[in-house]
């Protein structure tokens, strides 16, 4: 693989700042394998930073800028304080150096075929899809994913020996105008981190800048049922005509979508059957999921439809998407506890998300729903403070914890209480319980048999179950 990345020319070492990021550590890995020497830091312990000591790849726990004086190239997550030790002390010494998004993108340009996975729901699920599809096929891809993937080794990487990179790509920051791609598959485009975009149209802009990076008969595959999506379509044809971009949709209303699921039932886990007719040969084939909710649906139509952009056969996408167990924190088992309580975890952190685990949830069989919600950001509460007071419709009890600051501080112009006030003003049942370990204890003690208890939100929630 050495070879492969000729935009690394001269370079051999390689010092990553932040490398215990999702990212961050897997283009660490990719690199050692290549022949790289590789360190980095990070600010605490984690599964991916033992991975990377079990690979022989250093990794300083805190800040020292002795780390980086014989770097070649410093690579730094953007969630980094610009005063940080050893970009400081990078800069000084004259050494290139790469924000993470940036970086990939140079490693990209080294692959023939970049299949980019983006949308503001869905891109985890719909990338481990996709995957799995183009592994069973016998295309060996290079793959990266937001989340860690069983058939991955429970790993969010896979390094392959083909020209094939299927890539998670995420809008915010515009990040994923830093990837070179050869297909772009958009899941929805729908309004979030409004700590960057000013709202909606700025949102679908940047879309329209990422379709249009697409080479000459380069190929979108795109959501048919989302109006923003349709927007977006609508707003470039004339350039999508004239760069010969070769455009799939799919869709579940729409009969004249490249791709169209019918027949769609759900059964008494939530989980959905669906038949999808190929037009070509004039068969169908049923698909039978086995990760709940309609929003399933549409990933699994997104990877069926990239595949088939690709000439993969159906049988394939058949037994790979039937097999299809689910990718890590995407309404994930966690355990069962007293009598058939049930405990699941879900990395939703948006309303349209919360709303759509909700529904699948409300699927499966149960005497209640319990949410337990950790927001995410003090900006995403805020500016979508009602979106989110009418998302726990389907939960009879929804918990809130404190707020997850992560990259933000706290100016004190929102709080979860505020939160909770609202959804109970729109007629929902919430309650704020800031500490998880008084939210295992209330769990503990009113939980009911047949009770279905969920664990919503991107950042640490996902430990409460630990407690029960």
């Not at 949830?361 to 729903?369: N, S």
């Amino acid at each position: 693989m050495e070879k492969k990345f000729k935009s690394l020319k001269n370079i051999n070492k390689i010092h990553m700042i932040g490398i215990g990021g999702v990212s961050m550590s897997a283009m660490a890995l990719v690199l050692k394998k290549a022949g790289y020497e590789v360190t980095g830091s990070d600010k605490s312990e984690g599964d991916m930073i033992e991975i990377l000591k079990e690979n022989n790849i250093p990794v300083f726990i805190g800040s020292n800028a002795e780390l980086v004086k014989n770097a070649d190239i410093v690579v730094y997550t953007s969630a980094i304080n610009q005063h940080d030790p050893e970009f400081v002390r990078a800069k000084a010494l004259g050494i290139p150096t790469f924000e993470r998004a940036k970086f990939l993108g140079l490693l990209l340009k080294c692959y023939d075929t970049p299949i980019c996975v983006c949308g503001t729901h869905g891109k985890t699920t719909t990338t481990s899809m996709l995957s799995s599809i183009f592994i069973d096929a016998g295309l060996d891809p290079n793959v990266q994913i937001g989340g860690k993937f069983k058939k991955l080794n429970n790993l969010n990487y896979r390094i392959g020996n083909s020209e094939y990179f299927i890539l998670e790509s995420c809008e915010y920051v515009d990040s994923f105008l830093n990837f070179p791609h050869t297909t772009a598959t958009i899941l929805n485009i729908d309004e979030d981190h409004l700590d960057y975009f000013s709202g909606i149209e700025e949102i679908k802009a940047s879309f329209k800048k990422f379709i249009l990076m697409l080479p000459k008969n380069g190929i979108l595959v795109i959501n048919k049922d989302d109006l923003n999506c349709n927007d977006v379509i609508s707003d470039i044809s004339d350039e999508l005509v004239k760069n010969q971009i070769r455009v799939f949709t799919f869709s579940l209303s729409d009969p004249t979508a490249t791709i169209y699921a019918k027949n769609v039932s759900c059964n008494i886990k939530g989980f959905y059957s669906f038949d999808v007719f190929n037009k070509n040969t004039g068969k169908s084939y049923g698909f039978y999921l086995t990760v709940p909710g309609i929003h399933n649906v549409y990933d699994a139509l997104a990877a069926i439809t990239t595949s088939y952009a690709y000439g993969i056969d159906f049988e394939i996408m058949q037994k790979s998407l039937n097999e299809f167990c689910g990718a890590k924190r995407r309404f994930e088992f966690k355990k069962s506890i007293g009598e058939n309580i049930l405990v699941y975890d879900d990395y939703a952190h948006h309303p349209t998300e919360i709303k759509a685990t909700l529904s699948a949830a409300a699927q499966k069989e149960h005497k209640r729903i319990i949410a337990v919600f950790q927001p995410h950001t003090y900006s995403r509460t805020k500016e979508l403070l009602q979106d989110f007071a009418t998302s726990f419709d389907d939960a009879d009890l929804a918990i809130i914890a404190d707020i997850y600051a992560a990259r933000e501080i706290d100016d004190g112009s929102i709080s979860s209480k505020d939160l909770v006030e609202e959804i109970n003003r729109n007629g929902g049942n919430a309650i704020y319980i800031p500490e998880f370990e008084d939210i295992a204890n209330y769990l503990k003690e009113n939980a009911m048999p047949g009770d279905i208890i969920l664990t919503v939100g991107a950042g640490d929630i996902t430990h409460l179950s630990d407690l029960l």
